[in-house]
């Protein structure tokens, strides 16, 4: 790639190694001058003055000094080139711009040769390259790599960070004989189908500093990692400003330099706008598949309300069973992700059966309908079910109701009402008649008497601290079938 690695044009050449036509002219012009100018008077002192060889130096089209002696500048870009070698090992190097010698006889007496001049003026302009492949994105150098091989290397990599080797290499294979009918899809079987990027990626041969080549392992991380981009972000109910912040890879001070106005304990509200950034990367891998999956398909529920039925009561007339169907999907995905997924093609194998259940509607009031209601108004469960000071807590405790008020958790019948001198204090049970019983412990009063029916959501009583209680607050139990149960299971708030 380079026309100057190490070597420039040899001594033995009477023109330059490459040169425009605008400088060959502009020399040819000054040999044709000297040439008249010999030949019309001057051969008289050809005796007291001899010819020698100097050289024009240029760097590109620049013209940078005269030396009688080019090795001095054939020196000065070994010693550049080597010293950049040691510490770049393996890279092809060369200057970044070629130099070339124009040569001229002139007489000794009239030669103006600086080679100091032209040393001095190559000092800071002389730099050395390194023959690279750039990986183009979307028409931009984005990154160099030592050679084709490499850049080929990184983008292979970046795309079996989404999708295997085997799946890539069996795809290339298909292409080189697109011919061949693909064969029909196994049970959950995947088939890749291309992969491609998001932006048009190209490799190119160009030369670059050497501390610009990076290895294929780090072009990877560079294009997948991409480039900071201004974004942003509509505060969401319950966003704080320290979240925001950590979900865009910013900290608090880096979010408030981004939003004017903003500090760190400013408040903020749903749907405001505030400014982040985020990392785009610079490419992105579409992996597009078809999958071929047996499904199950739900079933649907009929059901039949009957009055005859105290209400509560479901029986299942007909059990429903699912269908199965087969269904080849056709996915895109991107970076992992998918984005697009379609149907191209299902078939049912097994129609589903629908399922029949018969619901009681009839009201029975001493009948409970089998939910329970919450048994307080408002406030919050003070402590859980569960062992608690060495013995068994049978229920749950609520306490700071927004109204004392204490309800029937269900219809039923009251079979107990008034303090029987134990722990429980003033206390109601009431039996649902349906394999379940509810027990109201602590009550300040009892607004119910045994035997009475009761409806869902009735007051019952006042919530209270009596019997062994610290503090005012109802004391919950549920029980079914005579097998106390955990009132969380069941009851609705």
């Known amino acids: 790639m380079f026309k100057w690695v190490k070597k420039v044009t040899s001594a033995s050449e009477s023109t330059a190694k490459s040169f425009n036509k605008t400088i060959n002219r502009t020399i040819a012009a000054g040999f044709a001058a000297a040439a008249l100018t010999f030949a019309g008077g001057v051969s008289a002192s050809a005796n007291d003055d001899k010819l020698v060889t100097v050289y024009y130096v240029y760097m590109g089209d620049e013209y940078i000094g005269t030396v ?47 080679e100091l001049e032209a040393v001095n003026g190559l000092k800071d302009k002389m730099e050395v390259h390194a023959e690279a492949a750039a990986l183009v994105i979307g028409g931009k150098e984005v990154a160099y790599v030592e050679n084709d091989e490499q850049a080929k290397a990184a983008l292979q990599k970046i795309k079996t960070s989404y999708v295997s080797e085997k799946d890539l290499k069996a795809l290339e294979e298909r ?10 899809l196994k049970e959950n ?10 932006e048009d990626v190209s490799i190119s041969e160009t030369t670059v500093k050497p501390d610009q080549i990076i ?8 294009l997948q990692k991409g480039t900071l981009e201004e974004k942003k972000y509509e505060v969401k109910e319950g966003d704080a400003l320290t979240n925001i912040a950590s979900a865009h890879n910013l900290d608090m001070n880096q979010l408030v330099e981004l939003n004017s106005g903003l500090k760190e304990d400013s408040l903020i509200k749903a749907g405001q706008e505030l400014n982040v950034t985020v990392y785009k990367p610079y490419v992105k ?11 199950k398909i739900d079933y649907e529920q009929e059901v039949i309300e009957d009055s005859s039925m105290p209400k509560g009561e479901t029986k299942v007339k007909q059990e429903g069973k699912e269908g199965v169907r ?63 000071w060495g013995k068994m807590h049978k229920g ?44 109201y ?53």
């Open 175 to 184: 292409k080189e004989s697109a011919k061949t009918p693909l064969p029909q």
């Open 285 to 295: 891998v579409i992996a597009d598949k078809e999958v071929f999956k047996k499904e």
């Open 189 to 198: 079987e995947t088939r890749l189908l291309d992969v491609r990027f998001t």
């Open 396 to 439: 749950i405790d609520i306490a700071r109701p927004s109204d004392p008020t204490i309800k029937a958790a269900d219809n039923g019948t009251v079979v107990s009402a008034g303090n029987d001198g134990g722990g429980y204090g003033n206390k109601i049970v009431i039996d649902h008649n349906n394999g379940f019983r509810t027990v």
């Open 326 to 388: 087969a269904a080849t999907y056709l996915i895109s995905e991107e970076n992992g992700q998918t984005v697009k997924k379609e149907v191209k093609e299902e078939k049912v194998l097994e129609d589903p059966v629908k399922q029949i259940v018969i619901k009681g509607t009839k009201v029975i009031p001493s009948r409970g309908e089998g939910s329970l209601a919450y048994p307080a108004v408002g406030g919050y469960i003070s402590s859980k079910m569960g062992y608690r």
């Open 215 to 222: 290895s294929a392992d780090e072009a990877v991380k560079l």
């Open 441 to 493: 412990a602590h009550l300040d009063s009892i607004s119910v008497s045994v035997g009475q029916t009761v409806s869902k959501g009735s007051k019952i009583g006042i919530m209270g601290s009596t019997g062994d209680s610290t503090g005012v607050h109802l004391h919950f139990e549920v029980y079914k079938n005579g097998k106390m149960q955990n009132p969380l299971k069941y009851i609705n708030k």
């Open 68 to 114: 009688s002696d080019k090795k001095v500048i054939e020196d000065m870009a070994d010693k550049k080139i080597s010293e950049a070698e040691g510490s770049h090992k393996g890279l092809k190097l060369g200057l970044a711009t070629e130099l070339s010698f124009i040569p001229e006889q002139v007489f000794e007496s009239s030669s103006e040769v600086n």
